[in-house]
């Protein structure tokens, strides 16, 4: 297993990171632990969490995911201080969770006391920021004129966002946290966060994570150029775009049990016919290299430049075996070249 720094953090994480948002609704505290043992065994020593988790989102199954990771906790104490934990306090726009409010200090505060108490833990290695409170363009809001950028009052997000850190400094220095960092922003999020760090000497951003993969190119180079100059550990999420890149849903297949099976917060917005024909094309490379195509979608993430830690999730063994396989998979010349033809004639499939 390889092993990247954490941004300007001292940490070091596996190219692998577990994920465990199916953990509480698709998964069992069983099926759980048997994948946090596995993936410990092959050397990952990186997991991620929510208090929002599991998905898809609802009242019934908030926090379960940390209850989950707390009770492995509590059983295997012994374990606690050889992987890094990273979980994540919910942007606004859930009416069960603080009643649907934007992230604030007080928040931040209230989330992270909570969330240790879920965990079983002292402390998280790593605090995330679920989403901005302002609407950023992800979840397929990425194309031109989606949202509005001139509607945004930058200078009351920012004092906005100084309230957050102050907030996340203090349970720094309480010990509570080690570090913290963002997901599903951009840019000017990130580097308004170092700003403000500078200014006011409060903890600095460490990391981000945001959807990426075959299908969702997007942060490519522009965000990772960024992250890599300001040293944010950039930690793609959801490589197998929601699984379809695995393959699993073409032609309008939907196994049972599978995510696409469940209703999404978001719909599925990747459920398009330009998806459908990208990943009919990187399959046929997948056949060609005798690797999955979820093993191709896994191992290119990997090796682009820039990426530090890939978040994985599997509802099954199976699946877990053969994901974390992938990081032992090396793309030659002629697999990147036939990969790169299918990225110009798919940019932005959906």
Same mark, same amino acid.
């Given at each position: ?282 399959? *046929?490379?997948? #056949? ?6 979820? !093993? $191709?979608?896994?191992?290119?993430? =990997? @090796? &682009?430049?820039? /990426? ?10 199976? *699946?877990?075996? #053969? ?6 998979? !090396? $793309?030659?010349?002629?697999?990147? =070249? @036939? &990969?790169?033809? /299918? ?8």
């Amino acid at each position: 297993m390889k092993y990247n720094k954490l941004g300007s953090s001292q940490l070091s994480v596996s190219e692998v990171c577990l994920g465990s948002m199916t953990w509480g609704n698709q998964n069992t505290q069983h099926d759980a632990n048997q994948q946090i043992d596995y993936a410990l065994a092959q050397g990952i020593n990186f997991i991620d969490t929510a208090e929002m988790y599991a998905v898809p989102p609802t009242e019934k199954t908030y926090g379960t995911t940390e209850t989950i990771i707390g009770n492995w906790i509590a059983t295997n104490q012994n374990q606690r201080e050889n992987f890094i934990l990273a979980s994540k306090i919910a942007g606004n726009g859930l009416a069960y969770i603080r009643g649907g409010s934007d992230i604030s200090g007080e928040t931040v505060t209230q989330a992270i006391d909570n969330s240790l108490k879920r965990l079983q833990t002292d402390y998280i290695d790593l605090y995330q920021l679920h989403w901005p409170n302002r609407t950023s363009p992800h979840f397929g809001k990425h194309h031109p004129n989606h949202i509005s950028f001139t509607n945004v009052n930058a200078e009351q997000e920012t004092q906005g966002m100084l309230d957050i850190l102050q907030a996340l400094d203090k349970a720094v220095k309480q010990g509570k946290i080690r570090h913290f960092g963002l997901s599903d922003d951009t840019p000017w999020g990130i580097n308004q966060y170092i700003k403000l760090s500078e200014a006011h000497n409060l903890t600095r951003v460490t990391a981000i994570q945001n959807e990426f993969s075959l299908l969702h190119t997007k942060d490519w180079p522009y965000l990772i150029e960024n992250c890599v100059h300001q040293e944010v550990a950039y930690l793609p999420w959801s490589p197998l775009a929601g699984g379809v890149l695995s393959g699993k849903y073409l032609n309008g297949a939907r196994p049972e049990g599978s995510r696409w099976c469940h209703a999404q917060r978001n719909g599925l917005f990747r459920d398009t016919q330009n998806t459908h024909q990208a990943v009919s094309r990187y399959m *046929q490379i997948a #056949e060609q290299h005798n690797i999955t195509p979820a !093993q $191709l979608a896994l191992a290119w993430c =990997k @090796q &682009v430049d820039g /990426v530090t830690s890939t978040i994985i999730g599997a509802t099954s063994m199976a *699946q877990l075996k #053969e994901d974390i396989a992938a990081f032992d998979i !090396q $793309l030659y010349a002629d697999a990147l =070249k @036939q &990969v790169a033809d /299918v990225l110009k004639d798919f940019p932005a499939p959906f």
